[in-house]
Every structure is written in C-alpha cells, then in structure tokens.
Nanobody
Framework: QVQLVESGGQLVPPGGSLRLSCVVS????????MAWYRQVPGKPRDLVAQ???????KYVNAVAGRFTISRDAAKNSVFLQMNSLKTEDTGDYYC?????????????WGHGTQVTVSS
C-alpha cells in the first residue's frame, strides 16, 4: 500500500516560516530519494527540493538558502522547513519519490498541503 500523507500548510505572511511534513510508506521511504514538489494553478508540479537516502540534498535556485529538506528514518517522514517565505512560494506542496512513484502504470500522489503566502 502506498502512503504519501502531507501536512503543515497554512496561510502565512511574507517573511514567515512553515514546516511541512510527509509520512511515507516504510518500504518506499527506505529505498528512494524523496522530494517536495510544488504546483500552482495552470502549471505542472515542479520539484523544489530533494534528499537522497544518504541525506544528500539539492534545491532549485528559487528556494536555495531558504528551504531545508530533511528525512527521519524513525518516523518514515520527510520534512520541508520553509523560511523567509515569499508570495511566489504559494502553491500546493506534495512529497513523492524521484522520479515520481509509478506502480502498474499508475502515478501515485498524496492529497498535498496548501501553502499560501500573503499579507
């Protein structure tokens, strides 16, 4: 069974901080690079940060230095600490593997968590 359960999104003013969490099925978490993806209306989901099983991280330029991705094996969870938030960080955030998880020709996504950065 595939479990990707995101949480932590909310309305926050510019300059604020948020911490997103994602609980992942253990078998998926332990053997995959994990990532956070962001989607805004009318655009595809874009990867913003990723972390390997060895905790090597990579970020897109737009969030580098502001966002920190981490993983906790004891909790089978991936986190995204978001600091110095900007209005352009607004979107629905999803966690998934890299590349995204596909089984039996089906792409798996969780419900996502909504982040709104606005004054």
């Amino acid at each position: 069974q595939v479990q990707l359960v995101e949480s932590g999104g909310q309305l926050v003013p510019p300059g604020g901080s948020l911490r997103l969490s994602c609980v992942v099925s253990e078998n998926i978490f332990r053997s995959n690079t994990m990532a956070w993806y962001r989607q805004v209306p009318g655009k595809p989901r874009d990867l913003v940060a990723q972390i390997t099983t060895g905790s090597i991280t990579k970020y897109v330029n737009a969030v580098a230095g502001r966002f920190t991705i981490s993983r906790d094996a004891a909790k089978n969870s991936v986190f995204l600490q978001m600091n110095s938030l900007k209005t352009e960080d607004t979107g629905d955030y999803y966690c998934n593997t890299v590349p995204v998880l596909i089984t039996n020709s089906r792409t798996h996504w969780g419900h996502g968590t909504q982040v709104t950065v606005s004054s």
